[in-house]
């Protein structure tokens, strides 16, 4: 199984709502700071959102306000509810679970589109 698997992508125009969620299926990525990537065409990939296992938050200036990221302990999953989504915000986003030791594996998911437009 995969380590990471997204889902919640689609289409919704501007002003709009989505919610992403990604599945950690791994038990150690407990200890983990979960997060959200995204990347638009020809652009380099960048963060959006991150949140650590002790639940400490970080957002990108463009999304404060707009975005919120969460994650269920018990599920092991990490969600980000995207409000008042921008035609800017199109882009695929990816889930990242970056590990507590350098030394350690960072795992990334498959990417899911989001695009944003009327």
């Known amino acids: 199984q995969a380590p990471l698997v997204e889902s919640g992508g689609g289409l919704v125009q501007p002003g709009g709502s989505l919610r992403l969620s990604c599945a950690a299926t791994r038990s150690t990525f407990s200890i983990y700071t979960l997060g959200w990537y995204r990347q638009a065409p020809g652009e380099q990939r960048e963060l959006v959102a991150t949140i650590t296992s002790a639940g400490s938050t970080k957002y990108a200036d463009s999304v404060k306000g707009r975005f919120t990221i969460s994650r269920d302990y018990g599920k092991n999953t990490v969600s980000l509810q995207m409000n008042s989504l921008k035609p800017e915000d199109t882009a695929v986003y990816y889930c990242?679970?970056?590990?507590?030791?350098?030394?350690?594996?960072?795992?990334w998911g498959q990417g899911t589109q989001v695009t944003v437009s009327s």
């Open positions: 990242n679970a970056d590990p507590p030791w350098a030394s350690f594996q960072a795992y």
